[in-house]
């Protein structure tokens, strides 16, 4: 089953990104291996994982599978808390480099400002610096606000070419992604399809998803390509898989896109980078 064509954002740097990818949070070793060598078949080339996922040398093997070129893959990762400040953000990427078994990543993330530690611009630094001796493509971040992002260009004169976040309908971060869309940072949205807060049972998407006659989840990922966003919805399931990269046959009206903004629970509602740490 190959998925349709997947249109490409550009990015600040003058590269680009696949506007929906695959996670790899759905499957662990060699079952993961293989799920994701089967994604690549398909056709998917964004590929999301992280240090703290402990799935990398599985994605790495993945794309060895496919038999699909490294240079077609579009392969994300992240550095971990406990990997950021300077020398310490060059060992990080140098042994997921080992793990993924590639010698540069496309897109270099920061996983989580980690405030506390106060090394979220350290990390960025070194990051500038990998990415000009050609170990990283691009360079982004995951999870920021406006004032953490700000820190950072202020900084280096550099803004990152994408911010990672929690976003679907129920998690909307309007301003959050007005601040980005006006630098031109592409906002990448994890967990697309919502967690704990039941974007998928809500009436309103149903209603709209049967008009139009489409599954729930396109209703909800067509919600955030329409607005210029990326998705990373991760299935072991192929068919579901082709219907969440199936978006771009069909338009969300004006009226359904102010119907799932009632969803919106603010702000509050998402993790805040101000005091959720990880390592």
């Known amino acids: 089953m190959t998925i349709p ?3 490409q954002l550009p990015l600040l740097d003058g590269g680009s990104i696949p506007q929906v990818g695959t996670g790899t949070l759905i499957a662990k070793g060699n079952e993961l291996a293989d799920t994701l060598a089967q994604a690549i078949g398909e056709g998917f080339r964004l590929l999301d994982t992280a240090a703290q996922y402990a799935n990398e040398g599985a994605v790495g093997e993945a794309i060895r599978r496919s038999g699909v070129d490294r240079a077609e893959i579009f392969l994300t990762t992240k550095i971990a808390g406990m990997d950021q400040g300077r020398g310490h953000t060059r060992h990080g990427l140098t042994d ?3 793990r993924l078994a590639t010698d540069y990543v496309d897109l270099l993330l920061i996983h989580w400002p980690n405030p506390s530690r106060g090394l979220a611009l350290e990390t960025w630094q070194e ?3 990998l990415q000009a001796e ?3 493509r691009h360079v982004g971040v995951s999870n920021f606000l406006p004032q953490q992002l700000t820190e950072l260009h ?3 004169g550099v803004w990152p070419v994408a911010n990672q976040i929690q976003l679907s309908p129920a998690l909307a971060r309007t301003e959050l992604r007005a601040f980005c869309r006006e630098r031109g ?3 990448e949205g994890w967990s697309p399809l919502g967690q704990k807060e039941g974007t998928m049972e809500q009436l309103v998407v149903k209603k709209i998803a049967d008009r139009i006659g489409v599954t729930k989840g396109q209703v909800i990922l067509r919600w955030a390509v329409q607005q210029g966003c990326v ?4 299935s072991k399931n192929p068919e579901r898989r082709h219907a969440n990269a199936d978006l771009f046959g069909f338009e969300l009206t004006d009226q359904d896109m102010t119907d799932l903004a009632t969803l919106d629970l603010g702000e509050h509602a998402a993790w805040d980078p101000n005091t959720h740490e990880e390592w």
């Open 154 to 156: 202020d900084a280096t």
């Open 185 to 187: 940072i592409v906002v």
């Open 96 to 98: 997921s480099l080992r």
């Open 127 to 129: 990051m500038l610096d």
């Open 5 to 7: 064509a997947i249109p």
């Open 134 to 136: 050609g170990l990283v």
């Open 231 to 234: 998705v990373i919805p991760a």
